[in-house]
């Protein structure tokens, strides 16, 4: 029952997706005839940027955002398939997908390492990991508050951890490298912030 109230809030989020618009946009400005995956897809509201992409991928676990992501699919008439697992067990084929998107996903994940290595092995050679996170505060009366908050918050926000560092998991991990990144405070959020937003290369691809 949780799970079906979280979808019905996922597709209630497309006003504050319009504050998101001016980083998505940047973001998703190179999708013209590219095949995409997104992980942890929720109802879909990032569809709207995809169009033109030759086919789009949607990873969500969470069988009751499914009808909103095909309402979606028919009013932007994008080629998109569901793909019903979790991020750590991606069923596609090594170097199938150009651009592999993740936008405030990688802080519900129970396992990042296993999602990071499923994402690069996935991705052509020249592909690209596009991401927009929050992260976790470096210091701070943030960082006190989503340390306070962070076991409460992960019970009614979906297994979301709201310190996580995702930056050192993935400067320790090793896969990629940024290619445009930045950090971002002053973003629409009270706590969940900085944002970790830009895109990265598979290591070895393209020097930072």
Not at 44 to 72: C, D, F, H, S
Not at 106 to 135: D, F, T, W
Not at 171 to 193: C, R
Request: charge should be positive.
């Amino acid at each position: 029952m949780l799970k079906k109230w979280f979808a019905y809030l996922l597709n209630k989020g497309e006003r504050f997706d319009k504050k998101l618009s001016p980083y998505k946009e940047k973001l998703f400005a190179d999708v013209k005839d590219k095949i995409i995956l997104e992980i942890g897809a929720g109802a879909g509201l990032n569809l709207r940027y995809y169009i033109g992409a030759k086919k789009v991928y949607l990873l969500e676990p969470n069988q009751y955002t499914y009808k909103y992501n095909l309402e979606r699919k028919i009013r932007f008439g994008i080629d998109v398939s569901i793909l019903p697992s979790g991020a750590e067990s991606i069923s596609l084929a090594d170097h199938s997908v150009d651009i592999v998107t993740a936008t405030f996903v990688l802080c519900s994940v129970q396992n990042v390492n296993a999602v990071l290595k499923e994402v690069y092995r996935v991705l052509k050679p020249s592909g690209e990991l596009i991401m927009l996170e929050h992260i976790a505060a470096e210091s701070g009366w943030l960082k006190f508050l989503q340390r306070t908050m962070r076991s409460l918050w992960r019970k009614i926000a979906d297994g979301c951890d709201c310190h996580r560092d995702t930056p050192t998991i993935l400067k320790n991990l090793g896969l990629f490298q940024p290619v445009n990144v930045e950090v971002k405070y002053d973003v629409p959020s009270a706590f969940l912030k900085p944002w970790l937003l830009g895109i990265w290369a598979k290591n070895g691809v393209h020097s930072s």
